[in-house]
């Protein structure tokens, strides 16, 4: 029997054998073969002739020669897809001549084009390769994503194509042998040239191998690491111009060099370099100092610079040198790229260094190509001349070396070979792994027909790889085979031979070739030609360098015979080559892919073959996974590559019998002789098994024999199926087969020599862990039918009756059919038992059962890797049912216990993405599902009774969800509006797809003005019953003509009367020209531009219309005079308000920026406006420093002021140095004293020193403030400057300074020298003007030609800035102190030295630095008015001293602040309390300014009243409030009398506000928002639009930094339309009200995120979602920041609010009434109005409509609507399968016709489940959650149905006691009885003495230590009990109900 298991001679058969021509190549056919010269037609011929002289165009022509012979290349990889495409594929890179082809193909679908390449010059080299990109998280994480390129290699660039559509042309700064593709971008290796040049002085050599990270970066030398065994480690360039790089991998990532002088072969580790090494080799670098040695980063990084990012030597586009200078420009080349990394980068070589003129000092082996390397700095650097010495221009600036990015470090070196010989370089190298995941790095010595193979593993670290062993094969050739975990081998002899790692599996027979080990006459080898004498087009030169991840192609030029062009074979399209008249031989193996490989045949053909798998099977291949696992891997690869001979021996078994080969194989190896085993000789084969099994046997005759009856009746299906249910049919006996002679004689024994007889044990119980997980897979059911024959023999053998019990309970009537067993002789045989192994057979089952009722639970074994269905249940079940979080985190070992093979060390147990799991056990499953893989499609297949709990848990999380899962977690728990709301990219889609939709309506209005892409579905939400959105459209478009309404009176003439109109359209023009700044802010961010469109700008139209006859007016008529540059702000507001509409998340970039540049000057100013909105929204940063540049030198004002304004903004509180240089060259006083006085306009000035603000705002910037703070009093001149618009400047400056210290009060850190609180007082009030201090007193010493005003301080210009800055420094500090300097003067003469208007600025700092305090009620308004006018009033007659005007003015203007400072409070907090105060004000003013005798003057009330409008629109911003609208629509009207360009200005900013962002908007009251809102809303408004004395008009704009989305806009999932629902919104407690809950009818603003506790969506409508503020506001932020789009679901029978406002017409509502028993069931039809599910309505269409002949059935099909109704309204309709399931399961149980006991194991799981602590915890809620997905009266009626149907069982007794059953129908009812029960084994039952005369008590004591239950008891005592009354245990059961 031993000479079995011994090693044959054995052959495998390839299979799909198919003639292989590489798809490019057909494809490059159709080709058109002139693409080159149309290429170059299309470049102008100058250019051809000055880039490069004759030669560049002779060269162009020679690339088109069409007589060229193309070269071809190609290479195949395993398809690189989406994850979701499980499909596997091939992809071709096939190159020839100067085309690359891409293509893919499947076993299922033809090859096709998937992307195609042409470039300029002929491909030298094609590879895929991965470049990371990392991208930074707003949280601060950065990722990084893989960026899948091809790259095409030409003479002088590397082309670089991205699947993602990006293409690069990185220029080569060398000459390169050959690219490398590696884990982090591509290595060059640098062509060697031959030549050395004995001149020249020795020198450290040039590095040689280069990397690039990314396209668009510099390519940097390669660094490596050697440590010698006595001295430190070294870091140095990898210069070493004998190594040669034979291969690369990703993974690992290694790289294998070749050293032709010492013969060897290397493998190094590839990473990315460290900062200590990159330090430690820049510094080596910085010590070569002299002039012979000033080399490696010096020279290298020069020339690299010089030519890397421009241009190559040998490109015809270099620059020539100027005339006799050295010094070099930058020219914009044909390869220069705007997107490079540096601009100075860009220095090209000069002529005079050409590639032929080589000088002396630049020779040898110092060259890249023979050129000479050009001492070009960063920047702009000298160039020594051709005659020059290194001596004369070390004066050049030294140049930054380049720092490397890659580091090599030595793994492993082949040992020195003991004999020289000159071609034993690798010709292909690839890593391999065996059946044991052992890996092996291979390499094919050709010269030697040796292939060498090392093993090596991981070590602790993964990073770092140990080499062990090498092994030598005699191989010609080789190739891996990655599926298989093999490779195939080509012999000398021409046999293929499949290996795995170093171990031969068996030879491989290819049908139709020549195989010269198995010739027909004998089996000796035959001696073959010998390789080399072969001349065919397909000769060994073709070979082929490949590994798993990647195939690539060595060097072109190399000294090596038979590797110096690897499958480069010269093409002329041949034809199809015919077969020469004897079979074929192998020549070479190449493009092995998945499990297929090519093989180069001796007559020129390629033949593409698969080699077989290991199995098909699911059943087989997790059986050998689990017998791998537990076996000695010598022993294990030995047993595989056994059962892989058999399996796959020629014409090998097909699928449906690869089981039972599978069983004999390995009952065989185990040692039992499978002809004595009834069951085993039964098996069917269809074809002769290996000599390993059994001899072949003949095949009987096609006409049956008197066997075949007794075989059929021994078989399964008769036992199992047909035998009872035929044999009672037709009243027969049942048969019984005959028996077979051996049965008669003594039992088999097992032969303990087998290879597995020691591991029976092992194997047994890993087996039986796979017959578990199986039993959790509904699909595999079958599976494990199959697989418990095998185990019933091993238990039966091993004499493991717990086992044999626990198999028979699960198959009963199966399982009693086999009788026979094996004698295991102890003395002879030596069999281990493992640690694990557990004579109490694991039962998952059990397991759960006793995890349901409570019980202790043992961790439960699991085999990892292969029994996760396994683990992930039992971790869900301890985390759901016993509530134990730490189950799968740190405690997972309480519930499993990990089998660990003998040879294999514990791993630690852990489950990834743990650290997610958190909140309750609930939400704990999905979570964990998510995390292990498992879908909803997986849980579909898991028993119904396993998956009810997790069911349950899902069921749970998806009412109650956590807003901010991930996008998996929420589609496993089939909420689709969290789904939706996680998946970024819909949600930007949608973003775009929703805020460009135009309505159909008046589309051409809205194109004309600006204001058409407001989101018109959200405010007609918002807005439903009125029509104030095209209300405000109507007053704020100003691209129309007015209408110029004037009497003509009778007795004016017809050119008075024109001057009239026109006078008339003058002043309609004022408004006209305001209307900009309002409609900005309507329509904020409303507008995603599209990159090939230039952005529409409205036109500002400043004519008018004449009624009756719309006649045009126009004012350049020149009858009246109209102010120069009138429309020059106007412009600019109006370039303002078109870039506003830009949204921040659009996709723009710098080109678009610059493509929206006008090209006529009168649009100017629109642009610059433009570019300021481009600021505030944040897309100025993309404009390119060059553009910036470029627009600030053309020197136009407004142009610069925008351009400050905006970066300053996108800049805000970052302190960017490049921003602040900007700045400063326009301010003077940062600038240094000696600089050069530049002319810089007073406007950009002021924007220059506001920019300064913004960009240090509340950094606190020492300097900055000193500077500032100096500022705000600068005196005029010197001579005649600043002698105009003073007031700007100095308000400017006092804005500025608030900002840069804003809210920091005191504790202005290293300022209190400055003493800026007092100075600024100072300012404020008066008096003495200090020296000025700091770097520019000194132009402060020449006086002002123009004003004196002599040493005191100019309180007019200097004290609103001054207030301001107090205000916004003491922001909401409450000091009392500072306060009280501001408060107004009691005293009449005080009063007198104070401007009006300057009491309401001092009114609104005073009370933003005692924020606290305001109140929103009109006493506290009125309280801020000093006693002194309150005296004047009572008194009646009126004091001498008393000046009624004054007194009148200072109030109002007090009361205008404080409205004001009510305003700033409560900004867009939509207070009642705050709007009822503002709006009484606003129209006790107007009330004054309509009166006939306004007390103190137009002006000032208008001024007053338009703060007091502007509080208001603040108060109610975004919210669209009617009764304010009303106030500005009335005040639009008015343009006569004092209604000027600022209070039209003001009305209309009011109005903006009040719809900010088409109501998506409102203003926050952070300090940053209050600083910006002080600059937009600073209370002195222009009086014409040229108006920029007291105030910068551009700054009226930056109150968009004071908005914030906070629109929460509902939309419905499934129709992705905005839709009403309702919100609770939950405040926290502060001091003035405790928490508070308030409901809002969504789209709705929010209050201040940092005010909320929580926003809900609330039921019933829509599923519930809540938004927990408390842990963070970022979810909700990023929600609003995306348009405010919350997904939401509608419930299952609801409609929306909008159709059913009451909720009277839902489907549901009905059924809360009615109480008739036909509620619950509906009519089929009536099914689509709940749901859409294809599979539902097509269940009510076939199950639930009465048919003719269905009407005995009348039940069933009542219980099927039934469960679809209650399915379908609780949507669930998961659960109607498990629904089916429980009464199909229950009907079988009553009639007795249950097999199997897997589907009652899965009802007492759900009636166990019903009890268990989860639920009773949840019935006991007071929040009234509710119970279990089952309907409460469906169960019960279940469990009483299969109650009945057990207790007529009465043999239980007979079960105790050993009696055997006759009846098959008692053995299947009792296994039943004693699963449902919980009934412990006869064993375990005989261990307890049950006495006849036992009492209850003791019963119950008994049974309870073995772990049944009392139910069961009760149930099971009256047939244990022998005088006790059979019904008394049904009464006791009945009595105690289950819910």
Same mark, same amino acid.
């Given at each position: ?397 030294? #140049? ?14 082949? @040992? ?53 062993? @090498? ?51 004998? +089996? ?112 294990? %690869? ?115 020599? /087998? ?28 599976? #494990? *039918? ?30 009693? /059919? ?20 557990? +004579? ?12 349901? $009722? ?56 852990? %489950? ?87 309505? @159909? ?16 579905? %959200? ?22 003509? %007015? ?176 921003? +602040? ?64 618009? *003073? ?118 700092? $005073? ?157 926050? +009251? ?56 309702? =919100? ?67 419930? #299952? ?53 009465? #048919? ?125 009885? =004693? ?65």
């Amino acid at each position: 029997m031993s000479n079995v298991y011994e090693e044959r001679a054995t052959m495998i058969a390839a299979g799909e054998l198919q003639w292989f021509v590489p798809f490019g190549r057909e494809h490059c056919k159709s080709h058109p073969s002139a693409v080159n010269l149309q290429l170059r037609q299309l470049q102008p011929a100058s250019e051809l002739w000055s880039s490069d002289g004759a030669a560049g165009l002779v060269g162009s022509l020679q690339e088109v020669t069409l007589q060229e012979r193309d070269k071809e290349c190609w290479q195949l990889r395993k398809g690189v897809g989406p994850a979701d495409n499980e499909v596997e594929f091939e992809e071709e890179l096939y190159a020839a001549g100067n085309m690359v082809i891409w293509s893919r193909g499947s076993k299922n679908q033809a090859s096709y084009v998937y992307k195609a390449f042409t470039v300029d010059s002929p491909v030298q080299q094609a590879l895929w390769c991965n470049f990371t990109v990392p991208q930074n998280k707003k949280d601060g994480e950065c990722t990084e994503v893989v960026e899948q390129t091809v790259c095409i290699v030409q003479n002088t660039c590397v082309n670089v194509h991205s699947v993602s559509g990006k293409d690069f042309i990185s220029p080569l700064p060398f000459q390169v042998s050959t690219l490398w593709p590696t884990k982090f971008g591509l290595l060059f290796e640098r062509k060697n040239v031959a030549s050395e040049d004995p001149v020249s002085p020795p020198r450290e050599p040039l590095p040689t191998v280069f990397s690039m990270l990314h396209p668009l970066d510099e390519i940097a030398p390669v660094v490596c690491r050697s440590a010698g065994p006595f001295e430190a480690s070294r870091v140095h360039y990898v210069s070493d111009s004998t190594l040669r790089i034979v291969f690369s991998s990703c993974q690992p990532s290694v790289i294998m060099t070749y050293d032709t002088v010492q013969c060897t072969h290397t493998v190094w580790a590839l990473r990315k370099v460290t900062a200590e090494e990159q330090s430690m080799v820049l510094k080596y670098a910085h010590q070569v100092t002299t002039p012979q040695n000033l080399m490696v980063p010096g020279i290298l990084s020069l020339h690299l610079r010089g030519i890397s990012k421009m241009d190559s030597p040998a490109s015809p586009f270099h620059g020539y040198s100027l005339q006799g200078q050295s010094r070099m420009t930058s020219s914009p080349g044909l390869h220069s790229r705007t997107h490079s990394p540096s601009i100075s980068n860009m220095a090209v070589l000069s002529r005079a260094h050409s590639p032929g003129m080589a000088t002396p000092y630049f020779s040898g082996s110092q060259r890249f190509n023979a050129t000479c390397h050009s001492l070009l700095g960063r920047a702009q650097s000298l160039l020594a001349s051709p005659n020059s010495s290194f001596s004369d221009s070390t004066a050049a600036p030294e #140049a930054e070396p380049i720092v490397p990015e890659l580091c090599i470090e030595q793994l492993w070196t082949e @040992a020195l070979p003991s004999y020289r010989e000159k071609s034993c370089q690798a010709s292909k190298v690839f890593i391999t792994t065996d059946l044991c995941e052992n890996k092996f790095l291979c390499f094919l010595v050709e010269s030697h027909q040796q292939l060498r193979c090392v093993k090596f593993f991981e070590s602790n670290d993964p990073s770092q790889l140990i080499f062990v062993a @090498a092994t030598t094969l005699p191989a010609k050739d080789a190739a891996p085979l990655e599926n298989n975990d093999a490779m195939l081998v080509l012999e000398a002899n021409g046999s293929l031979v499949l290996y795995t790692g170093v171990s031969r599996v068996s030879k491989v027979f290819v049908s139709g070739l020549l195989a010269p080990s198995l010739g027909l006459s004998s +089996t000796t080898s035959q001696p073959c030609t010998p390789v080399e004498t072969i001349s065919t087009p397909a000769k060994a030169v073709g070979r082929h360098l490949s590994c798993l991840e990647e195939v690539v192609m060595p060097s072109p030029v190399s000294e090596l015979k038979g590797s110096t062009k690897h499958h480069e074979s010269s093409w002329s399209w041949p034809e199809d080559c015919t077969f020469q008249q004897g079979a074929p031989h192998v020549l070479a193996l190449r493009d092995p892919v998945h499990n297929r490989v090519t093989l180069e045949l001796s007559n020129g053909a390629m033949l593409r073959i698969t080699v077989p798998g290991i199995a098909t099977s699911e059943l087989v291949k997790k059986c050998l996974q689990a017998i791998k696992f537990i076996l000695p891997k010598e022993t294990a %690869v030995k047993v595989l590559i056994k059962w892989y001979n058999i399996y796959n021996a020629p014409g090998g078994p097909s699928s449906h019998l690869e089981w039972n080969l599978f069983l004999t194989c390995f009952m065989t190896l185990m040692g039992y002789n499978t002809d004595r085993l009834s069951w085993t000789r039964n098996l069917d084969f269809e074809v002769p098994l290996s000599p390993v099994i059994a001899p072949k046997k003949a095949r009987p005759s096609e006409m049956g024999s008197d066997d075949d009856w007794d075989y059929q009746l021994g078989s399964d299906y008769h036992n199992q199926v047909e035998s009872r249910r035929l044999a009672s049919s037709l009243h027969l006996e049942p048969l019984a087969a005959t028996p077979c002679m051996d049965d008669l004689s003594a039992p088999p024994q097992l032969d303990p020599s /087998a290879p597995l007889f020691p591991h029976l044990p092992a194997v047994f119980f890993v087996l039986h862990l796979v017959y578990e997980e199986l039993k959790l897979d509904d699909l595999m059911r079958k599976g #494990a *039918r199959s697989l418990v024959v095998m185990l019933q023999q091993l238990a039966r053998d091993l004499q493991l009756k717990e086992y044999i019990d626990m198999y028979w309970r699960d198959y009963p009537s199966f399982i009693k /059919a086999f009788k026979e067993c094996c004698v295991i002789d102890a003395g002879k045989c030596f069999m281990i038992r493992p640690s694990f192994f557990q +004579t109490e057979p694991p039962c998952v089952f059990r397991w759960l059962s006793s995890c349901l $009722r409570g019980n202790a639970v043992t961790p439960f074994p699991y085999l990892p890797g292969i029994c996760e269905r396994t683990k992930l249940l039992v971790l869900s079940f301890a985390l759901y049912v016993i509530g134990d979080h730490s189950a799968v985190t740190s405690d997972m070992s309480k519930y499993l216990a990990k089998v660990s093979a003998g040879m294999r060390g514990a791993v630690t147990m852990e %489950v990834c993405g743990a650290h997610h799991v958190k909140g309750s056990s609930d939400y704990g499953v999905p979570v964990l599902h998510v995390y292990s893989g498992f879908t909803l499609k997986d849980l579909e297949s898991v028993p119904f009774g396993v998956a009810l709990p997790i069911r349950d848990a899902i069921y749970q999380c998806r009412e109650q969800p956590c807003s901010d899962w991930p996008e998996d977690v929420c589609l496993l728990i089939g909420r689709q509006d969290l789904t939706k709301q996680a998946h970024k990219a819909t949600l930007l889609a949608r973003n775009k797809s929703v805020s460009q939709k135009a309505p @159909a309506a008046s589309e051409a209005d809205d194109e004309e003005d600006g204001m058409g892409d407001v989101d018109q579905e %959200v405010t007609r939400l918002i807005w439903s019953r009125d029509l104030r959105v095209q209300e405000v459209r109507r007053l704020l478009q100003s691209s129309r003509p %007015v209408r110029v309404n004037v009497v003509h009176l009778p007795e004016v003439s017809d050119h008075e009367y024109i001057e009239e109109k026109e006078n008339k359209l003058l002043q309609l023009c004022q408004r006209t020209m305001a209307l900009p700044v309002g409609r900005g802010l309507f329509t904020l961010f409303s507008y995603h531009p599209v990159p090939t469109e230039p952005l529409p700008v409205p036109k500002l139209n400043l004519t008018g219309r004449a009624p009756p006859r719309n006649t045009t007016v126009d004012l350049n008529s020149g009858n009246i005079d109209v102010p120069p540059n009138m429309t020059s702000w106007p412009s600019f507001h109006n370039g303002v308000a078109a870039g506003l509409k830009i949204a921040p998340a659009s996709q723009i970039d710098s080109a678009w920026i610059a493509y929206n540049k006008p090209k006529s000057a009168e649009l100017a100013n629109e642009y610059a406006g433009f570019l300021m909105a481009l600021g505030l929204n944040g897309h100025l940063t993309k404009l390119a420093t060059l553009n910036i540049h470029d627009n600030l030198t053309k020197g136009h004002e407004m142009t610069s002021i925008g351009l400050l304004l905006g970066v300053s903004a996108a800049k805000l509180g970052t302190m960017d140095m490049s921003i +602040t240089r900007l700045l400063s060259i326009h301010i003077p006083a940062l600038l240094p004293p000696t600089s050069t006085e530049l002319d810089v306009p007073h406007n950009v000035q002021v924007a220059a020193v506001v920019g300064i603000g913004l960009v240090y705002q509340g950094t606190g910037h020492r300097h900055n403030a000193e500077v500032l703070l100096a500022e705000i009093g600068r005196p005029p001149g010197p001579e005649m400057e600043y002698c105009t618009d *003073r007031e700007s400047y100095s308000l400017a400056a006092g804005l500025a300074l608030g900002m840069v210290c804003l809210g920091h009060g005191s504790n202005l850190i290293g300022m209190s020298d400055l003493n800026v609180p007092e100075q600024l007082y100072q300012y404020m009030v008066g008096g003495h003007r200090r020296s000025h201090a700091g770097v520019n007193r000194e132009k402060h010493k020449s006086p002002s030609y123009q004003i004196k005003e002599g040493d005191t301080i100019n309180v007019d210009v200097t004290c609103p800035g001054a207030t301001l800055a107090l205000a916004m420094i003491y922001l909401k500090t409450n000091n009392r102190s500072i306060a009280d300097w501001l408060r107004a003067p009691d005293t009449m003469f005080l009063l007198d030295f104070i401007k009006p208007e300057f009491l309401l600025l001092r009114t609104l700092a $005073r009370c933003l630095i005692m924020w606290e305090e305001i109140l929103p009620t009109e006493e506290w308004i009125n309280s801020n008015v000093p006693q002194v006018r309150t005296h004047s009033i009572i008194q009646v007659p009126a004091s001498e001293d008393v000046n009624v005007e004054t007194l009148a003015q200072a109030h109002d203007y007090i009361i205008a602040g404080a409205c004001m400072a009510v305003g700033f409070r409560f900004a867009g907090s939509a207070n009642s309390d705050a709007f009822e105060c503002l709006y009484k004000f606003a129209r006790n003013f107007m009330q004054c300014l309509t009166s006939s005798t306004p007390t103190m003057g137009h002006y000032n009330l208008q001024t007053c009243l338009s703060m007091v409008l502007l509080s208001l629109s603040m108060v109610m911003a975004g919210s669209g409030n009617l009764r304010v609208l009303q106030l500005c629509r009335f005040l639009h009207k008015r343009t006569s009398g004092e209604m000027n360009y600022g209070f039209h200005m003001a009305h209309h900013m009011a109005l903006g506000l009040l719809f900010l962002g088409g109501g998506r908007y409102t203003l926050s +009251t952070s300090n940053s928002a209050i600083a910006a809102l002080l600059c937009a809303l600073y209370p002195h408004f222009p009086a014409h639009s040229t108006d920029n004395r007291y105030h910068l008009q551009a700054l009226r704009h930056l109150c968009v930094l004071a908005a914030e989305p906070r629109l929460l806009v509902p939309v419905d999932v499934d129709t992705c339309k905005p839709c009403y629902a309702l =919100l609770e919104v939950t405040y926290k407690a502060t001091q003035w009200y405790e928490e508070t809950t308030v409901e809002l009818m969504a789209p709705a603003l929010l209050p201040e995120l940092h005010l909320l506790e929580q926003v809900k969506v609330k039921g019933p409508r829509y599923w519930e979602l809540a938004i927990d503020i408390s842990r963070g506001t970022q979810h909700l932020q990023s929600i609003l920041i995306r348009d405010g789009v919350l997904y939401v679901k509608l419930r #299952a029978g609801q409609l929306p609010y909008k159709d059913d406002p009451r909720g009277w017409k839902s489907l549901l509502a009905p059924s809360v009434n009615n109480r008739n028993p036909e509620v619950r069931t509906f009519k089929p039809e009536a099914i689509s109005t709940f749901t859409s599910d294809a599979a539902l309505v097509s269940f009510a269409e076939y199950f639930c409509k009465p #048919a003719e002949n269905m009407k005995h059935k009348q039940d069933t099909l009542a219980l099927f609507s039934a469960i679809l109704y209650e399915c379908v309204t609780q949507e669930n309709p998961e659960m109607l399968p498990t629904y089916i399931a429980i009464d199909q399961a229950v009907q079988s149980l009553q009639r007795g016709e249950m097999c199997e006991t897997f589907a009652l194991w899965q009802i007492k799981l759900v009636l166990e489940l019903c009890e268990s602590r989860v639920l009773q915890e949840r019935r006991r809620d007071p929040r009234g959650a509710r119970g279990l997905l089952l309907s409460s009266e469906f169960l019960p009626v279940m469990k009483c149905s299969a109650d009945h149907a057990l207790d007529r069982w009465q043999a239980l007794r007979s079960y105790v006691s050993g009696q055997p059953f006759a009846d098959e129908w008692d053995t299947s009812m009792l296994a039943c009885f =004693l699963v449902y029960h919980s009934i412990p084994s006869v064993t375990k039952m005989a261990a307890t003495d049950l006495e006849e005369n036992s009492s209850f008590p003791e019963l119950l004591l008994r049974f309870t230590q073995l772990g049944v239950p009392v139910r069961a008891l009760l149930r099971v005592a009256p047939l244990l009990l022998k005088n006790a009354d059979p019904s008394m245990g049904n009464g006791v059961a009945c009595a105690i109900p289950i819910f």
